[in-house]
Structures are given as C-alpha cells and as structure tokens.
C-alpha cells in the first residue's frame, strides 16, 4: 500500500468516520488533517532516523508496536489514543504545541480537539511505516532512505493524478516536504505550506482554499 492509497482507500476513511464519530469533527476535515499530518509525522522521523541511536530505537519500536495490523483493524484506535499522545511528543518535543496550533488554524479543527485527534491518528500512521518496514526488510540503517521513498513516491503519484482538492493538498504538502531548504520538517511543511497565517489566506492559495475545495 503506498501513502496516498492509505489516505484516500478504506483503511483512511475507517479511520475518518471512528474520528468523526467520537469527536463530532467532519469526517473531510479528518481526511485533510490525516493528509497534512502523515507526511509531517515522516518527515520528522526522517530526520531523526539520521541519528544512529534515534534509528535504532524508532527501528525497535516499529518492531514491537507497529506490524501493521491496526490497518486491518481500526477498532484498535480509540484503546491506542494514549499510546498516539506519547508518540507524537516524542517525535514533536518541544515544537509538539506548535505543530497543533498551526494544523488547527489550517484545518479549522478546534485546537481543544486537534491533539485528541491527531493522537488517534498516529499509531495508524505508525503502523504504516512498520508495514512498509517489514515488505521491503529494512533494518535501522535503512530507515531514513525508507521514510524518504515513501514521501518521494507519494509526491510523484499524486502529480500523475488528475487535480482534487486532496490531491492539490497533497501535493502542496508533499512538495514542502521534499524541500530541505532548512533542514526542519516544521519549517518545510507547516512554514512554507500551513505558515502563512493571514497572509497567505490575504494573497488567496494556500491550504486553507484547498481545505475550502474539499469541504464544499
């Protein structure tokens, strides 16, 4: 399964509609928000699978944790909220506020709500990874390359696609994620994609009209 099969096939909206029904939040908001959050979630963890000890230990936890099999079975997402709360602190630290405040503003998700859901969001997200991990026997060493062919391949399939309004959100997103003109995941994709605030909503673009697209 690649990452936009995943964000528009079955197992994306299963996982929508449990979002919806638990946080009366639209079921288009959550596919927007899992569209902005997947590549961002990778592309931290790209960058710090860099290091030889954080690859290690992503490496043991995908192992562990993350086989995949939440994709099959989605009822396992509200029992590993907790457990999605204590993976993106780890993988966010200290920008972890940050990161919710701006997919907040951008996704008109409530920022009392954007954590809950985004933390429902990621041991799904994890499995993926582990998914991909155990198809192409990829070891801590390989991770980095891994986490990179997966947004590289998703950004081409989507510029092979006919324009949506999610696919335009995808490759916006997808396309701050290649940049590595900073060298920070956050900077890449919610600087030059989300930021913006009221200025990009000023100058028209941006993913708040995409988002609009979607939502009509």
């Keep these: ?82 457990e999605g709360g204590s993976i993106l602190s780890h993988i966010f630290g200290n920008q972890k506020s940050t990161v919710e405040n701006q997919l907040s503003q951008n996704t008109g998700i409530s920022i009392d709500k954007i954590g809950p859901v985004l933390a429902m969001l990621a041991p799904v997200i994890m499995g993926y990874i582990g998914k991909e991990k155990q198809q192409n026997n990829v070891g801590a060493g390989g991770l980095g390359d891994l986490l990179g062919s997966i947004l590289g391949g998703a950004q081409n399939q989507v ?29 890449d994709i919610l600087g030059s994609v989300l930021g913006g605030g009221q200025q990009q909503k000023q100058q028209g673009g941006g993913i708040g009209d995409l988002l609009g697209g979607l939502f009509k």
Excluded: C, W
């Design 159 to 187: 510029q092979q696609q006919d324009s949506n309004p999610l696919n335009d959100i995808l490759g916006s997103v997808l396309g701050g994620g290649q940049s590595q003109s900073s060298g920070n995941p956050l900077n």
């Design 1 to 82: 399964m690649n990452l936009i099969d995943l964000l528009t096939g079955n197992t994306g909206n299963q996982v929508a509609q449990q979002a919806e029904n638990k946080f009366g939040i639209s079921k288009n908001q959550i596919i927007a928000l899992l569209a902005v959050a997947t590549p961002l979630i990778i592309s931290y963890l790209r960058n710090k699978s860099q290091d030889a000890k954080e690859a290690e230990a992503l490496n043991n936890a995908l192992d562990k944790d993350h086989d995949g099999s939440i994709l099959d079975d989605t009822a396992q997402l509200e029992a590993r909220q907790n």
